[in-house]
Nanobody, 123 residues
Framework: VQLQASGGGMAETGKSLRLTCTFS????????MVWFRQAPGKEREFVAA????????RYADSVKGRFTISRDNDKDTVYLQMNNLNSDDTAVYFC?????????????????WGRGTLVTVSS
């Protein structure tokens, strides 16, 4: 599995960015897709996930209502629409593939990882 994230860059507080992650090497529709991020000096954290089976979604509390994850199974692509950005969103964003479907009470994981894309939010 190969994953390639793109779409990072600089944005002002309150603005939007959309990240894209392209998937190749296996059947995209068999994987749940996850976005993680790692801010400078901090540990990597979960951001959002979308199920492979029914496209149900899960979000970190810090991004609920601002970020939207979606997938296009025809294009083998997952997106992360990020609105109303703030400085706490500054991080390297990674997309990952989880071989399992999302399940209540079970944390997501990254079985395959792509290189990150840097998002910098300035005030």
């Amino acid at each position: 599995v190969q994953l390639q994230a793109s779409g990072g860059g600089m944005a002002e507080t309150g603005k939007s960015l959309r990240l894209t992650c392209t998937f190749s090497g296996r059947t995209f529709g068999s994987y749940s897709m996850v976005w993680f991020r790692q801010a400078p000096g901090k540990e990597r954290e979960f951001v959002a996930a979308i199920n492979w089976s029914d496209s149900s979604t899960r979000y970190a509390d810090s991004v609920k209502g601002r970020f939207t994850i979606s997938r296009d199974n025809d294009k083998d692509t997952v997106y992360l629409q990020m609105n109303n950005l703030n400085s706490d969103d500054t991080a390297v964003y990674f997309c990952a593939a989880d071989t399992r479907r999302l399940a209540p009470g079970r944390s997501v994981r990254g079985d395959y990882w792509g290189r990150g894309t840097l998002v910098t939010v300035s005030s």
